[in-house]
C-alpha cells in the first residue's frame, strides 16, 4: 500500500501575506496566546496599529511582513487560515576569521501560530520551511527564531537553539528585598536619548568584534534604535490601555563618566493584569552596556570596582522603576561572564535561570557557515521578536 501523503505536503498550499479583510480575524485568533494583560479587542487594535506603521515611510519600527498558509484553490473571502507567523527585518555584524566585521541582514520569525482545529497535520511545519525558502532565494544570512516550546520543534527543521539562553531576575525592592545601598546615583534616559547611545553602542560593539580573539565567526543584532523604539511601542500602547496613563519617561538610566559608563535601556511587559505585583509583570533589561569592557569581555584591573558601583547604581534604578510600575522584578538577558560575576560580588538578591523551554534563540543559516561554528553575542532581549 502506498504511504498516504501528509495533509501539509498538497501543493496546493500557499504561503502569502494576509489580506487586511483577514488582519481582524488572524489577531483575534491569537489573542488568547499573546494578548497578556490586554482584552482581547485591545490586543486586535495594537496589533493593527503596529502594521499600519509599516506604511508609513521609513518606518518607525523594524521591518515586518505578517504571512500565513492558506488552500490557493480557494478565494480570498472563503479562504482558512491554516498557520500564520510574522517576520522582521534585522541588522547583523558578522566577523569571520581573520576578517572584517560585515554587516548583513537576517530575519526574525515570530508569532508562530495554527488554530487548534488545525494543529497536528503538519501546517507549521510546512509554513516554516516555505519560508525558510523564500529568505534562501533573498540571499540573506539566514532566519533567527526565540522558541517558546522548547528546543525539539523547530530544531528538527533546522534552527540550532544558541549554547546559551540565560538571564538573571533581581528582585522588586520591598520588605523582604530592600533597595542595594548604592554610593552612586544613576542617572535616567530618556527617549530622546537613545538613538545616540544606540549608534555608541554599535560603534563600541564592531570595535569588540574586530579585535576580539577566536577561531569562531562572531554574529551579533545590530543593538539599533529601531529595536527599542519597536518595544517602547508595544510597551506604550499597553500601559495607555491598562493604567490610562501617559508613556513612562524613563527608559533607561546610567552611570559613569565617559569612557566607563554603564547604561541599561529597558521596558516594561505586562502579562498579567498590573495591580497585582506578585502575578511575575517583569522589567525587562533591553540592552546593557559596560562602555570599558575590553574584547575579551573584562575590564582594566584598576576600574573594576568603578564598574561595579556603576552597574550597581543602574541596576538599582531599574528595581526603583519596577516597584514604581508595580512589576515583580527586573529580568537581564544575557549576562556576560563579567556582569555575572559582578553581580555575585555586590551580593545582591538575584537569581540566574537557563532557559530551557520559553526565549530559546534558534538560528538557521543560509550558507557559509555552520550554526556550530557561530559564536554568538548579546543574546539579549533587545532582539527578540
Known amino acids: 500500500m502506498a504511504q498516504q501523503k501528509a495533509v501539509a505536503d498538497f501543493p496546493d498550499l500557499f ?3 494576509p489580506s487586511p479583510s483577514e488582519l481582524p480575524s488572524l489577531f483575534a485568533s491569537t489573542a488568547p496566546e499573546w494578548r497578556g494583560a490586554l482584552t482581547e ?12 506603521l509599516d506604511s508609513v515611510h521609513p518606518p518607525p519600527n523594524l521591518v515586518h511582513s505578517d504571512w500565513i498558509l492558506v488552500d490557493n484553490r480557494l478565494p480570498v473571502a472563503e479562504r ?7 517576520t522582521f527585518r534585522k541588522r547583523v555584524l558578522i566577523q569571520r576569521p581573520e576578517r572584517s566585521v560585515e554587516e548583513k541582514v537576517v530575519y526574525g520569525i515570530a ?45 528538527e527543521m533546522g534552527w540550532k537553539p544558541l549554547p546559551e539562553n540565560s538571564h538573571i531576575d533581581f528582585a522588586s525592592p520591598n520588605s523582604d528585598f530592600p533597595v542595594m545601598m548604592v554610593v552612586k546615583e544613576a542617572t535616567p ?93 517583569m522589567l525587562y533589561v533591553l540592552r546593557l552596556v559596560i562602555e570599558n569592557a ?48 559582578l553581580v555575585k560580588e555586590m551580593a545582591v538578591s538575584s537569581w540566574e535561570w537557563q532557559r530551557e523551554v520559553e526565549g530559546i534563540a534558534s538560528l538557521m543559516l543560509n550558507e557559509g557557515v555552520s550554526e556550530d561554528e557561530i559564536e554568538w553575542l548579546a543574546n539579549e532581549r533587545y532582539a527578540w521578536c
Open 15 to 17: 504561503l502569502t501575506h
Open 41 to 52: 479587542s485591545q490586543y486586535i487594535d495594537q496589533c493593527i496599529e503596529l502594521v499600519l
Open 80 to 86: 482558512k487560515i491554516l498557520s500564520s507567523c510574522e
Open 111 to 155: 508569532s508562530v501560530f495554527t488554530a487548534p482545529e488545525f494543529r497536528r497535520k503538519g501546517y507549521a511545519r510546512r509554513m516554516l520551511l516555505d519560508l525558510a525558502e523564500v529568505y534562501k532565494k533573498e540571499e540573506y544570512v539566514g532566519t533567527l527564531l526565540f522558541s517558546d516550546i522548547g528546543k525539539k520543534f523547530y530544531g
Open 189 to 281: 534616559l530618556f527617549e530622546a536619548d537613545l538613538e545616540k547611545l544606540c549608534k555608541e553602542d554599535e560603534e563600541i560593539l564592531r570595535n569588540a568584534m574586530d579585535r576580539g580573539p577566536g577561531v569562531k565567526t562572531k554574529m551579533a543584532i545590530v543593538p539599533d534604535y529601531k529595536h527599542m523604539a519597536w518595544h517602547h511601542m508595544r510597551e506604550e500602547f499597553v500601559i495607555q490601555r491598562l493604567w490610562g496613563a501617559k508613556a513612562p519617561n524613563v527608559k533607561g538610566a546610567m552611570a559613569g563618566e565617559p569612557g566607563k559608563r554603564v547604561w541599561m535601556i529597558w521596558t516594561r511587559k505586562y502579562d498579567f493584569a498590573p495591580d497585582d505585583t506578585e502575578a511575575g509583570n
Open 294 to 341: 575590553d574584547s575579551g569581555g573584562g575590564v582594566p584591573a584598576g576600574e573594576r570596582d568603578e564598574a561595579k558601583e556603576n552597574l550597581r547604581a543602574v541596576i538599582e534604578r531599574a528595581q526603583k522603576e519596577a516597584k514604581e510600575w508595580r512589576m515583580s522584578g527586573v529580568r537581564l538577558w544575557g549576562p556576560s561572564p563579567l556582569v555575572r560575576e
